[in-house]
């Protein structure tokens, strides 16, 4: 199972987007955080910002929507071109049917879920998303802490994913660093998010590299 590292632009200069997305091309997909300022209390930007940015990005995207009402704003980041949009269970009214809507547009759909939110409600739902975000803080910021407590959900779906045979990657997403990236990928996550790690070391391209390393160094062999 490979690992996929997802550089999160919530931390690059958004003064010089074009030159930040050209310093992490060697990483997966670049990681895109909408917010909605409703969902929850930050704000950033929305699908003509998205569609531009496609535009220059070496790498696709992996959308992450922290916005309510993802059944009426959702289909538009897929339509924009995203490779993979995530919506948030907790604001999501029939998660079956807008992943069914994300893939029919042509996208990957994704389901996030936050530190609180129980994962055995959606572990029936796996044959529905291509990916499932654990979420290891509480949504709305970069450059918070990661929560270990967020683990036994990553255990949960790793088990359901393998006795399932489906291809569904576990995403972890908030704190992740060469430390704790380590603890998710043993608890069972294949694809990493990371926001400051990445933007704020010396050379992104060198911290990607690292964080693959210790990621790949404790990966389950699924
Ligand atoms: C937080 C966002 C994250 C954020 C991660 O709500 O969903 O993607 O950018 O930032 P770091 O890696 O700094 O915790
Ligand atoms: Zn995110």
Sequence with gaps: MPTRINPSILAADFANLERELGRIA??????VDIMDNHFVPNLTFGPPVVERLLQVSP???DVHLMIEDPERWAPGY???GAFSVTFHAEASTDPVALARRLRSIGARAGIALKPGTDVEPYLEL???FDQVLVMTVEPGFGGQSFMASTMPKLGRLADAVRSSGLDVWLQVDGGITEETIVIAAEA???????????????DPAEQIARLRAAADEHTHAH
């Excluded at 060697?26 to 990681?31: G, I, K």
Aim: no cysteine; net charge negative.
């Design 78 to 80: 897929a339509e924009a």
């Design 59 to 61: 790498l696709p995207f």
């Design 188 to 202: 069972g996550a294949n694809t990493f998010v990371a926001g400051s790690s990445v933007f704020n070391a010396a």
């Design 126 to 128: 796996l044959p529905e």
């Design 26 to 31: 060697s990483a997966d997909l670049v990681h």
